[in-house]
């Protein structure tokens, strides 16, 4: 889902050392990110949950709005033969 960016290592000395800085620009800001990216996680199983529900509904209502068009026409057929 939503996951911190990798961190990859660049060619030669700059990249080597770019790679250290940002690991420990990471490591001291994890406490400000962390609870950011924990809570944009659980807003996004939250509407998982909230989209796997409706759908369920939806279902079910076009279920029963079959059912009862079929009984329409059950009663459309059975009224036009008493006429």
Same mark, same amino acid.
């Given at each position: 889902m939503l996951d911190a960016p990798k961190i990859e290592q660049g060619?030669?000395?700059r990249g080597f050392a770019a790679y250290y800085v940002?690991?420990?620009v990471r490591r001291?800001? /994890?406490w400000y990110v962390e609870p950011r990216f924990n809570? +944009? /996680?659980s807003m996004f199983?939250?509407?998982q949950r909230? +989209?796997?529900f409706l759908r369920k509904e939806i279902d079910l209502t076009y279920r029963e709005l079959s059912?009862?068009?079929v009984r329409l026409?059950?009663?459309e057929e059975k009224n036009k033969t008493k006429l």
């Open positions: 060619k030669g000395v940002k690991r420990i001291l800001t /994890r809570e +944009i /996680r199983e939250d509407q909230t +989209i796997h059912q009862l068009v026409h059950e009663l």
